[in-house]
């Protein structure tokens, strides 16, 4: 009996220094923070921002890591794979989660296997063209689309993303065909754009926002004009039933511990309620969004059932 006590005690420290994470307070190590994206993008511009910030209220070094491609889906598909252990966090957008697993059947991850964290930041998507470009209203593009289909060419971040489904119900709602060139994030398809390399831009309105004195913006995706400039249109105003916004928060892998993404939700969220930050985000054209993790979770299946049938439609 004596050495079965001797045995026992020896397993359970060999136990304890196995599996050190289970016993030991978290966070104390440096965490990964995954954008899915090139530097540079959105998604980039806020954990950047917060990077600082959550070393401070965290405690540990947080380390940027850029996985682009297939619109995010490569950076899904690699935080899926990751130790549920909170070392290991990526950003994540509305509508790409929820349109990739439903249009590709098998986009590499399953929306539900994301674990939302917190939603800080939005931004609706416009359409825009340079400034000295003979579409001085959407009327112009729309007549000239439907005289020359296919001749207009529209950079796009990604296939299955916002800007993409955008272009497809402008195309629909407005009876015209254009030509959708995806690419690997935002800043390769502003980049593009303002190298003359397509004829308009499906962007974000902080992109928009930022070279408006290059550029013109014929409609915005939003119920209202959207305020940093409120000269700009909205689809609807025009006649075409499209709200196009970009939602971005950041995920943890599967299985992740109840108690882990409470730590990283209340350091996000902090974060998010700053009014310097907030004032930051607005000043660059952004929304700012302040969504727990279970109003996330929710939020996400609400628009799960909102999505499906529209990529039903488009997928004929």
């Known amino acids: 009996m004596k050495n079965m006590t001797h045995l026992f005690i020896l397993f359970l420290g060999t136990l304890i220094f196995a599996v050190p994470s289970v016993f030991a307070k978290y966070p104390n190590r440096p965490i990964t923070y995954q954008v899915p994206f090139n530097p540079g993008g959105q998604t980039d511009v806020e954990a ?26 490569i950076g899904w598909t690699n935080l899926i794979k990751q130790r549920p252990n909170g070392y290991f966090m990526s950003g994540i957008n509305i509508p790409h989660i929820i349109l990739q697993p439903l249009a590709r059947g098998n986009a ?23 400034k000295n470009s003979k579409f001085k209203t959407l009327e112009d593009l729309v007549a000239y689309a439907k005289k020359n289909p296919g001749a207009i060419t529209c950079g796009g971040s990604g296939t299955w993303s916002g ?31 303002l190298g003359r390399h397509v004829t308009t831009l499906w962007g974000n309105s902080n992109n928009l926002f930022q070279h408006r004195e290059k550029i013109r913006v014929l409609a915005y995706g939003t119920e209202k004009p959207f305020a940093p400039m409120p000269n700009v249109p909205t ?12 939602d971005r928060g950041v995920a943890v892998p599967p299985r992740t511990p109840a108690s882990v993404i409470k730590t990283l939700e209340k350091a996000f969220l902090s974060i998010s309620r700053d009014p310097e930050v907030r004032r930051q985000m607005l000043a660059d054209g952004f929304i700012p969004l302040e969504m727990d993790s279970q109003q996330a979770a929710a939020y996400i299946k609400s628009k799960v059932v909102e999505w499906a049938p529209v990529v039903k439609e488009f997928k004929k």
């Open 108 to 130: 590499g991850y399953e929306t539900e296997q994301l674990k939302p964290v917190a939603f800080f930041q939005a931004t609706p998507i416009g359409l825009a063209v340079m």
């Open 235 to 246: 689809f609807k105003s025009k006649g075409y039933n499209i709200l196009a916004s970009i």
């Open 48 to 73: 950047r921002r917060q990077q600082p910030r959550l070393e401070k209220i965290l405690g540990e070094k947080v380390m940027v890591q850029y996985k682009p491609g297939g619109g995010g889906s």
């Open 163 to 193: 800007h993409h489904i955008a272009y497809l119900q402008f195309q629909k709602a407005a009876g015209i065909k254009m030509t959708y060139i995806p690419f690997k994030g935002a800043s390769p398809s502003v980049a593009a754009f």
